[in-house]
């Protein structure tokens, strides 16, 4: 008895770290939980995530788990391109330093790091050319919000850009400086401290760290994700840029598709609800 036991455990752990292994280096699975990418990807969709692509990492939180764990990165084999839809790790709010929660977010990356990114009445430009329109995007309200109507939720804080009209911004990469000042650095506050320095304004001076300056150094390159449902979507636009470093893969094909308000208690309801139409989709 002891053997078999023995036995089980040992096959439990061969097949439990190779999931692991696959899980965090090459394909995982993604609930979609709400509808910012619809029609391309609707809530309830289940996704498989290439993660090879972009450099597979060690698991980035306890499995099992939403506690976030410090993780190695494998070099990645290409870089994301402007159109990819993208899956990584949401950065947080625009006053959050860290999010309120970890959570996976899923968008379509709009602009690259050193790109120039506006929208003019709802047409998205990139260096001064408009972007290609995603074949299912789509906005729910006929009214456009004027230029120079600032909406108080917009990413960066003081910004006169609303969701319809919004920049032009420059899209920061590495080594990129910003020229900082007591008018701008409320705009910059929170992106400076997610690079992990502090930001203190003493006697009319602005300090990052201990170090009095004018101006500051990026640290990482950034992309602007964007959703599919322009107006059911927070996203660049409300929160800010996303860090290359946070992205975790993009997604593949659609595995399974059903109501996720509908609770599993409820299991024939559930089923009922399987959208066998979306299942072997490819999501681009």
């Known amino acids: 008895m002891k053997v078999k036991i023995k036995a089980a455990l040992k096959e439990f ?16 699975s993604f609930e979609v939980p709400t ?8 809530t309830g969709d289940f996704l498989l995530v290439n ?5 597979g990492t060690t698991p980035r939180t306890i499995p099992f788990t939403n506690i976030k764990i410090p993780a190695f990165k494998l070099p990645a084999f290409w870089s994301v391109e402007r159109g990819d839809i993208i ?3 949401f950065p947080g709010m625009r006053e959050e330093v860290e999010p309120a929660e970890f959570a996976y977010y899923l968008k379509r ?15 998205v430009y990139v260096n001064g050319k408009s972007a290609p329109i995603p074949r299912n995007m789509r906005f ?3 009214y456009i919000k004027p230029n120079g109507l600032a909406d108080p939720r917009i990413f960066p804080p003081q910004a006169k850009f609303n969701e319809d009209n919004y920049g032009p911004i420059i899209i920061p990469k590495k080594g990129d400086q910003i020229n900082i000042s007591l008018e701008n650095i409320m705009s910059w506050s929170t992106f400076i401290k997610r690079e992990g320095h502090t930001v203190q304004i003493r006697n009319g001076k602005i300090f990052i760290g201990s170090k009095e ?4 150094i990026v640290e990482q390159d950034y992309v602007f994700g964007m959703g599919d449902n322009r107006d059911n979507s927070l996203d660049s636009r409300f929160w800010g840029f996303i860090p290359v470093n946070s992205i975790v893969g993009v ?5 399974w598709s059903w109501d996720p308000d509908i609770s599993l208690l409820d299991i024939g309801d559930k089923l009922s609800t399987i959208r066998w139409g979306r299942l072997g989709a490819l999501v681009k």
């Open 87 to 89: 899956v990584f790790m």
């Open 51 to 55: 993660k090879f692509v972009f450099g």
């Open 213 to 216: 300056t004018e101006k500051y």
């Open 35 to 42: 509808g910012s990418m619809e029609n391309e990807i609707m």
């Open 109 to 123: 990356c709009m602009a690259l790091p050193g790109d120039t990114l506006q929208i003019v009445n709802r047409i």
């Open 251 to 255: 997604p593949l094909i659609v595995y």
């Open 140 to 142: 729910n309200m006929s």
């Open 13 to 28: 752990v061969i097949v439990f770290g190779a999931f692991l292994v696959l899980n965090s280096f090459v394909v995982a």
